[in-house]
């Protein structure tokens, strides 16, 4: 059986079906918990930040990241490969003109294996409705001040694609190496929630 | 339904399914702009009622938030399988 579950009814129902498939030999005990952590393992803001620290200081895979996303990665030793089969990767970057939000309206699809397991506020119904509809309002609410002149896109994960945004680089950054660079790079800034 | 392309002109369907789909609600029957395809995958709606699913392209469609909500000078990108599209001037 596996490990946490919160005091939900919807919690318990999986519980009963967990036991079930258990029962009847469909499942190992402790399986899912396994597949969780083998689809989670590796899965880090770390990673999203060593690919954007990577597109600052290299135009050309930049460009390679922003054609075709899976194929760049890979040149990291990175993939979106984790799950049951590839997930394709969509990486949008922010300009001076405009900035790139991330959202799953539908439920919380997000890219794991590079941003790591999503935090709470990504999968808040608050968010999730919100975002869409007023993003100005919502990024000011997260201390993100945007120019008027700034337009904003919003991207809905609502199928298979997952997305990251890639931030702009910091003024005054010219002088950093790519893992001091990285190191500037948030888990927020990857989703479109902060500036870097 | 002709070869849909970037930059193409689609209306999303205004129907209610009675069981799962990938098409938001707030993105019914809509207008919007083909920016990009997004790979071929069996239509979301079809394997949720437990069958294999026709493979279908799907499409990032942009919208106007002003003519998904009547207002907001932003954008929206969703994620649409073909299935969801109808190219403007084809009637429905």
Redesign the interface.
Known sequence: MSGTHVGSPIAARVRHVEALLEHRGLLDDGEIDRRIDEFLAGGSPANGARVTARAWVDPGFAERLLADANGAIRELGLSMSGGLQEQ?L?VVANTEAEHNVVVC??CSCYPIALLGPSPGWYKSEAYRSRV?????GVLREFGLQLPGTT???????????RYMVLPRRPAGTERLGEEELAGLVTRKGLIGTAAV | MPDLAPGMRVRTRSTDPDGHT???R??RGAVGVLVEE??V?PL?DERARGRAGTPQP?W?V?FA?AD??GA??????????EDYLVPIGERA
Do not use: M, N, Q
């Open positions: 394709r969509k309206t539908l869409v509809r007023d993003p100005r337009r904003i896109s919003v991207w809905d994960a609502s199928a298979e694609s | 990938r098409l938001p707030y993105a997004a790979g995958h979301a799907v990032h942009r938030a998904l909500f907001g000078d932003h954008t929206v990108t969703v994620e649409l399988w």
